[in-house]
């Protein structure tokens, strides 16, 4: 069963009398547990309802609509699958007290590796799940594998437990299941031959596994560092030789790049990143894979609409990584708009100066660097936008909104710069 959030005034469910708090039992007979029962089972055009009403009263609707023709109905979030690893890189084990609850949720949900393409590593996975995976068709899953070597991977993941991942990611791929994987890589545990039999295991599943991107340990100031460490700049500079060894074996087999080392990697290698058209779609951007390439490809795209932005000085924000990348995309986002941007690279205050990512920044490294503008002379600021939640919150619960109200700078959340174009910078 799941429960109704809201629903569109003059929907189909509208009509019918569904309202906030109506209890979706079943479809067509089959119970309905969550949205994916939800959106798989309405798909077709006509089907029998099953509800409950807040007031107790249980009714069927035989409704029959053009399959594009939505309900109306938004449903309450979802009880997200919890992890039942303990691995010594894990963030959530690394964050301070006294943050918001819902930031020490440590999830492992294969529901929101296909949604959203959050990474699981599918050690919870029971057959009920297997068998809703294939029924579902839910590709292309992300998927954390970090080493195939089943003993490593026990002892990475801190779960004696966990299953064989190849295992898993076989069976799947005999149902036409795809995946974008991951290593993220702890030095000493999972490099060195360790990286190679994973790429080499992974590359024999075939077609089914699309990516693997292997990204550096993250740590912050409270992680266990006597566990784990990030890797130094030499043991980088061999993990992006062993990548792009199999990235060329695969290119020249299979006409892709395949395995991808994440721009962090390469920034601590001290290498210079590979070109825009390596990274193809840029599937695993959101993993900070080709983040550069992608920003650089966004400007191309738009061209002249930039234009817009001619005159203007625009102050961008961003991490210490990215910082350091920033000139790149900056030098043709300067040619193409004729405006002048303002780098403006910032610490973490939250996490400690060893978490660079700017999507980690706390409100607190945002008003502290507003409060250090002497006079500032800058028509429109840029922050990242993944640095605030869907609700406009940073990390420390600082809103959007309250840090607008600090300046008389107009401020924008940009994830490509082009994005706060009008129209997302349509030409």
Not at 231 to 253: G, H
Not at 300 to 305: K, Q
Not at 389 to 411: A, H, K, V
């Amino acid at each position: 069963m799941i429960k109704v959030a809201s629903v569109v005034s003059g929907s189909i469910a509208d009509e019918l009398g569904i309202v906030s708090g109506t209890d979706l039992l079943s479809v067509n007979g089959r119970v309905v547990e969550d949205f994916l029962d939800w959106e798989f089972h309405t798909a077709e055009d006509q089907f029998l309802l099953h509800v409950r009403q807040p007031d107790g009263e249980e009714l069927e609707f035989d409704i029959e609509r053009p399959a594009y023709d939505p309900l109306g109905i938004d449903l309450e979030p979802p009880r997200i699958r919890r992890c039942g690893n303990r691995c010594d890189f894990c963030f959530v084990d690394g964050l301070p007290e006294g943050l918001r609850d819902v930031l020490y949720v440590r999830d492992d949900d294969y529901r929101l590796s296909f949604r959203y393409g959050n990474f699981a590593t599918l050690t919870n996975l029971k057959q009920k799940d297997l068998d809703r995976i294939i029924e579902y068709r839910l590709s292309p899953l992300y998927v954390s594998v970090h080493a195939t070597d089943p003993v490593v991977r026990r002892w990475l993941l801190r779960n004696p437990a966990a299953p064989d991942v190849l295992e898993q990611l076989r069976m799947l791929s005999e149902h036409s299941i795809q995946f974008h994987t991951q290593v993220v890589l702890s030095p000493g545990v999972n490099d060195a031959q360790v990286l190679d039999r994973t790429l080499e295991d992974l590359y024999a599943v075939g077609d089914p596994v699309l990516t693997v991107s292997v990204v550096p340990v993250g740590l912050t100031e409270y992680s266990k560092h006597s566990r784990v460490r990030e890797p130094t700049r030499e043991e980088c500079r061999s993990a992006v030789a062993q990548v792009e060894s199999w990235s060329s074996r695969a290119l020249q087999e299979r006409g892709t790049p395949w395995a991808f080392g994440a721009d962090e990697l390469y920034l601590r290698a001290d290498l210079p990143l590979p070109p825009a058209a390596f990274y193809g779609e840029f599937d695993q951007v959101e993993n900070g894979v080709g983040s550069v390439r992608f920003l650089q490809h966004r400007i191309a795209e738009v061209g002249a609409a930039l234009r817009q932005w001619e005159g203007l000085r625009i102050g961008v924000m961003t991490g210490t990584s990215m910082g350091r990348l920033m000139p790149e995309v900056l030098e043709p986002l300067t040619a193409s708009s004729g405006a002048t941007f303002e780098l403006m690279v910032l610490e973490n205050q939250l996490f400690g100066p060893s978490v660079t990512c700017a999507g980690l920044l706390s409100g607190r490294s945002f008003t502290e660097a507003l409060s250090a503008l002497e006079a500032p002379d800058l028509d429109l600021l840029l922050l990242p936008a993944e640095a605030v939640n869907d609700n406009g919150l940073f990390l420390d619960d600082l809103s959007f909104e309250s840090l607008q109200r600090m300046t008389d700078i107009p401020i924008r959340l940009s994830k490509t710069f082009v994005d706060v174009l009008p129209e997302g910078g349509a030409a």
